[in-house]
T-cell receptor
Framework: GQNIDQPTEMTATEGAIVQINCTYQTSGFNGLFWYQQHAGEAPTFLSYNVLDGLEEKGRFSSFLSRSKGYSYLLLKELQMKDSASYLCAVRDLGSNSGYALNFGKGTSLLVTP | EAGVTQFPSHSVIEKGQTVTLRCDPISGHDNLYWYRRVMGKEIKFLLHFVKESKQDESGMPNNRFLAERTGGTYSTLKVQPAELEDSGVYFC????????????FGSGTRLTVV
């Protein structure tokens, strides 16, 4: 497998910043994705990294280091609605069709008042 | 545009019965994927269609699972006969191109086999 690891649970305070880490192993890295999923809903796309560096999109940023097999999702100015599961997924040319996503188990984030 | 639609949202069936799940992708999306999440595990890839052809079915657990996409539009995933370990949430996703990052997921079908 791709050994995609991310913390199971995290708690943060409204208005704060939280960083969710993801480490992975692939034989043919072809992109890393972050999704947000609220209970009972569809995973929704947050970010995509294929080159090293930081991608910023509003309150959300994602960082990638291919040499380290490492990514993080940074959420700023946390809001209560950010309480959700955050899924790290990697596309690996060395597995299945090369176009499917390989997911971590997800990080359940709880934002408290 | 309408998103990816899955039907039913929930299904409870007895062991040994047959269940068919349906996925309607976003119109014009040639690529359709099925994924499954069983309790406590990560979302796992099942198979990938490009139009009506199976590009990759390496994630299908066994021959009790049959996926079809006649005409390259909607897809069905049939489980026959269902076993207890088939319980989980089945997600469908679609994308316009095979690469890129434009995967859109449906809300899933929660299947419970009792």
């Amino acid at each position: 497998g791709q050994n995609i690891d991310q913390p199971t649970e995290m708690t943060a305070t409204e208005g704060a910043i939280v960083q969710i880490n993801c480490t992975y192993q692939t034989s043919g890295f072809n992109g890393l994705f972050w999704y947000q999923q609220h209970a009972g809903e569809a995973p929704t796309f947050l970010s995509y990294n294929v080159l090293d560096g930081l991608e910023e999109k509003g309150r959300f940023s994602s960082f990638l280091s291919r040499s380290k097999g490492y990514s993080y999702l940074l959420l700023k100015e946390l809001q209560m609605k950010d309480s959700a599961s955050y899924l790290c997924a990697v596309r690996d040319l060395g597995s299945n069709s090369g176009y499917a996503l390989n997911f971590g188990k997800g990080t359940s984030l709880l934002v408290t008042p | 545009e309408a998103g990816v639609t899955q039907f039913p949202s929930h299904s409870v069936i007895e062991k040994g019965q047959t269940v068919t799940l349906r996925c309607d992708p976003i119109s014009g999306h040639d690529n359709l994927y099925w994924y499954r999440r069983v309790m406590g595990k990560e979302i796992k890839f099942l198979l990938h269609f490009v139009k009506e052809s199976k590009q990759d079915e390496s994630g299908m657990p066994n021959n009790r699972f049959l996926a079809e996409r006649t005409g390259g539009t909607y897809s069905t995933l049939k489980v026959q006969p269902a076993e207890l370990e088939d319980s989980g949430v089945y997600f469908c996703a679609s994308s316009q191109v095979s690469g890129g990052y434009g995967y859109t997921f449906g809300s899933g079908t929660r299947l419970t086999v009792v």
